[in-house]
């Protein structure tokens, strides 16, 4: 099959979240760019998770990202010129544990620091403001200008701005090879069409490894299933999304209530992925503990009905922290993935830092943290779940 050719300043590949965002923020620093994604853009995990624009809880070096990425939802209506549903209502960590209380306390110290603000409630200023809450929670932590949003609108609704703005956005269109070719990025999909670039973003979630590998660079990526559902729709009373922290996974239940009533949950141990297929399976011993456990939580919330359940395939690196950066071998190549579970919120942020790097070569957001280089000497997946 004859090839075509395609040039730009930059190729983006992976439509998710982080794609997007990046070819959205290329774009408004004036970079050509072309944004290759397999299947359809927020197809697989960015379109699939729970939706929460949560920053409390992060690990303390990615709150810079987050805090840019919420300046980004503030506004995303304005910038995208379409409702992707975002609402500041809050978010809310509550814990069953004493030593989780302990958590809360210091998080809240250490966080304020990078400029995120937590209000941490106990005993009755607890029950007053969270009367529903089951009597088992000894704490709340919460986060007033985090909320949530639509993660089906989200990564689509960026594609469209970027292709407003100038960029190509090309879906259908599986990469199989990428190399450099005198100087510059050689991309070809499996149609045999042929991209040059003369810089290169790699951003394709669970699958990435497949593209850096290439390059000679390998992550311990391994995939598993988050496990989704949604309820009935009841009256809209619920505005904070919120979540249990805790280190037993059985109990790290959270749910958020959209206004048209229905109550979205996820949380509890992951079901089974497979990055091959692209095909992720809700368990539902899975669904049965989590209704468990929400009726723990919220004990009024127990004659709900669930009506629909979903999973996805999201990618994770065994020290929770995504990749994130340029490649430590080739110079003009990039990354971000590796979110495990926890990419969402903070997209818009890495999308806005990596246009940054890409355009001038440096950000002021330290990223040596989520640098590839880490796992050179790792083993090849985490113990216990699906290699991608």
């Known amino acids: 099959m004859s090839a075509t050719r395609n040039e730009a300043d930059v190729i983006v590949i992976g439509g998710g979240i982080m794609g997007t965002t990046t ?32 920053r409390q809880g992060r690990a303390l070096p990615q709150l810079a990202m987050a805090n840019r990425a919420l300046r980004t939802w503030q506004r995303s209506a304005q910038l995208l010129g379409e ?108 149609r045999g069409d042929v991209y040059h670039a003369a810089r290169l973003v790699i951003c394709t979630g669970a699958w ?7 390059f000679g660079e390998r992550a311990p990526l391994a995939v598993s299933g988050p496990q989704m559902c949604v309820t009935e729709p009841v009256p809209y009373v619920f505005k904070s999304s919120m979540g249990v922290f805790t280190s037993i996974k059985q109990e790290s239940i959270y749910f958020r209530q959209i206004p048209r009533g229905n109550i979205i949950v996820g949380g509890g141990p992951a079901g089974p992925a497979d990055a091959v297929t692209s095909r992720a399976s809700v368990l539902p011993q899975n669904t049965v503990r989590q209704l468990a456990q929400m009726r723990r939580l919220v004990p009024a919330l127990a004659p709900l009905h669930v009506i629909r359940v979903w999973s996805g395939v999201e990618s994770y690196l065994p020290d929770g922290e995504p990749v994130i950066g340029p490649s430590s071998k080739v110079d003009g190549l990039f990354y971000a993935f590796g979110f495990s579970g926890s990419g969402f919120q903070i997209g818009p942020g890495v999308g806005e830092t990596m246009a940054e790097l ?31």
């Open 83 to 190: 409702d992707v549903e975002f609402l500041p209502v809050g978010h809310t960590r509550v814990c069953y544990h004493e030593k989780d209380v302990e958590n809360f306390v210091q998080y809240a110290s250490d966080a304020r620091a990078y400029g995120l603000e937590l209000e941490v409630l106990q005993g009755a200023a607890l029950f007053q403001r969270f009367p529903f809450l089951g009597r088992e929670v000894l704490a709340a932590s919460i986060s007033p200008l985090d909320g949530h949003a639509n993660p089906r609108l989200a990564a689509p609704a960026f594609g469209r701005a970027a292709a407003r703005l100038g960029a190509q956005v090309i879906e259908n269109t599986e990469i199989v090879r990428v190399e450099t070719e005198g100087g510059r990025f050689r991309v070809e999909s499996a």
């Open 358 to 388: 890409v355009d001038t070569g440096s950000t002021s957001i330290a990223l040596d943290k989520f640098s590839i280089q880490r796992f050179a000497e790792e083993p090849a997946a985490c113990p216990g779940i699906v290699t991608s």
């Open 208 to 214: 990435a490894t497949r593209l850096t590998e290439q």
């Open 23 to 54: 070819a959205f923020f290329l774009r408004q620093r004036n970079r050509s760019v072309i944004l290759l994604e397999r299947g359809l853009t927020g197809q697989q995990a960015s379109g699939v998770n729970f939706g929460g624009v949560r």
